[in-house]
């Protein structure tokens, strides 16, 4: 079955570490790839998206997100987090570029100790 | 708990025809967010209840799209008449406090043909 998994429930750095979260997925092939961060309180937006090219992606608030075919993963990263950056991060995928078979991971909780 | 249930998994029809998505919270919560995802626009929020009321529906992309939630466990977004551009998986969500995270169901997958 199709799945998406972020083994990290919940993880916790220091304002100024360095940050990755981790995906993974089980496709036969390369899925279309997200990450989408939810602050508390507000609704999700996207960070940024993998569909082709070249496998480290930049997105929006200096994240990034390197594709790993090998093996099957997609973490994002951040140089630097900022106490803002406390939020919830969800990983999705999607099997075609129809927007069909959208898949979730259950996302990881981060805490930013000041 | 079995987690946000969402039906029918797979949704095929004609243009012109209504179409009713529903959903059922995880038991307590009470915020449920209905989403619409596409490739092109992304995931885009359509509307949120608070307390089965609804708190903010200006996603809603246009008068053929209704939301209800006459309960606490139980939502439908309808579509009428329905159109082919409104093809896209619609995502129901739901969590407990504002501050924890969503518990998103399994979505449903819209084709109109």
């Known amino acids: 079955a199709q799945s998406v998994t972020q083994p990290d429930i919940h993880i916790t750095v220091s304002e100024g570490a360095s940050l990755e979260l981790r995906c993974n997925y089980s496709?036969?092939?390369?899925?279309?790839l997200f990450w989408y961060v939810q602050s508390p309180g507000q609704g999700l937006q996207l960070l940024l998206k993998?569909?082709?090219?070249?496998?480290l992606v930049q997105g929006i608030k200096g994240f990034e997100a390197e594709f790993k075919r090998s093996q099957s993963s997609f973490n994002l990263r951040k140089p630097s987090v900022h106490w803002s950056d406390a939020a919830e991060y969800f990983c999705?995928?999607?099997?075609?570029?129809?927007?069909?078979?959208?898949?979730f991971g259950p996302g990881t909780r981060l805490s930013v100790l000041p | 708990d079995a987690g946000v249930i969402q039906s029918p998994r797979h949704e095929v029809t004609e243009m012109g025809q209504e179409v009713t998505l529903r959903c059922k919270p995880i038991s307590g919560h009470n915020s449920l967010f209905w989403y619409r995802q596409t490739m092109m626009r992304g995931l885009e929020l359509l509307i949120y209840f608070n307390n089965n009321v609804p708190i903010d529906d200006s996603g809603m992309p246009e008068d053929r799209f209704s939301a209800k939630m006459p309960n606490a466990s139980f939502s439908t977004l309808k579509i009428q008449p329905s159109e082919p551009r409104d093809s896209a998986v619609y995502f129901c969500?739901?969590?407990?406090?504002?501050?924890?995270?969503?518990?998103f169901g399994s979505g449903t997958q819209l084709s109109v043909l």
């Open positions: 496709y036969g092939a390369t899925p279309y």
């Open positions: 999705a995928v999607s099997l075609d570029n129809y927007g069909q078979n959208f898949v």
């Open positions: 969500a739901s969590r407990g406090d504002v501050y924890e995270k969503l518990f």
């Open positions: 993998y569909f082709s090219g070249d496998t």
